[in-house]
């Protein structure tokens, strides 16, 4: 694999995590988010809840008639806002608890109804009053506290996740580029050994690696120009001593054609004169 590709992965997968630790920090607080309004409007209506429950007390123990229209009327405004809140309060804490909900206001205002109609509301009225609006009261409890308790567990696992996805990141950073650098520096210290090798005469060849990556090439092309440069140092060693030995050869030939020059021109001469020459 390409340095370059490496480069590009490596950024690739970093950048993928950073991606991925975002998305997932962003969908742990709108979780945080949405169950947080869910719980202010559960206060609310536990506000309300438990006004009609101190109402319901005036109502049996004093007999206080005027109490069941405010419970009717706290009723009546519980259901706005549950009609009003249903989304977040699905998204906070789901479909199946906004209807659960809604079902046991309901059965307590069909008790509160029951009681109204009842001149005197009797121990079976009083009894299913008490048991719906307790139901009410000890549901809507729980479910804020379930609540408050995820979005507890939802920070504490978002905290988690980042610090993974964080030391995931560092690791691959602080793993993977000591580990490429230290390839490139090795490379480049043969490189860098095998050119002072070369400056003194000295034509060797570095072992290729198996990565196939710009460093093999460049490796790679230097040991060709290091077996060139050796194969022409032998070519002109070769050149050098076929010149010496041409110029060893003229000078051998210049030694003994001067002699056999003079020899010749003593001859020539002799023989033009060897007429004239007195006879013994």
Do not use: W
Not at 64 to 83: G, Y
Request: charged residues 30%.
């Amino acid at each position: 694999m390409k340095i370059k590709t490496k480069l590009v992965v490596g950024s690739c997968v970093s950048l993928a995590l950073l991606i991925l630790l975002a998305v997932l920090a962003r969908h742990d607080m709108n979780r945080v988010v949405d169950k947080l309004r869910f719980v202010e409007v559960q206060d609310d209506l536990n506000a309300d809840f438990l006004e009609m429950r101190l109402s319901e007390k005036n109502l049996f123990l004093f007999e206080d008639r005027a109490a069941l229209q405010e419970i009717a009327t706290k009723i009546s405004q519980s259901r706005d806002v549950l009609t009003q809140s249903r989304d977040r309060i699905v998204r906070g804490a789901g479909e199946g608890s906004y209807l659960a909900l809604r079902r046991r206001l309901d059965n307590y205002a069909a008790a509160v109804e029951q009681a109204r109609r009842a001149e005197v509301p009797g121990p079976e009225v009083e009894e299913a009053m008490r048991e719906a609006g307790r139901a009410l009261r000890e549901f809507s409890t729980t479910l804020v506290a379930r609540e408050r308790e995820q979005v507890g567990e939802i920070i504490a696992l978002s905290r988690r996740t980042m610090s993974v996805s964080l030391a995931a990141v560092v690791c691959t950073a602080v793993l993977a580029a000591p580990i490429l650098f230290l390839k490139v520096l090795r490379s480049l210290a043969e490189v860098e050994r095998l050119a002072g090798s070369i400056a003194e005469g000295k034509f060797e060849s570095i072992k290729e690696p198996r990565s196939h990556d710009e460093l093999d090439s460049v490796i790679r092309a230097v040991n060709t120009m290091s077996e060139r440069l050796g194969s022409r140092e032998a070519e002109i060693l070769q050149s050098k001593k076929l010149a010496s030995l041409g110029t060893l050869t003229a000078g051998v030939a210049h030694e003994i054609t001067n002699p056999v020059n003079n020899i010749s021109m003593i001859a020539e001469t002799y023989e033009t004169l060897h007429e004239d020459l007195p006879q013994r």
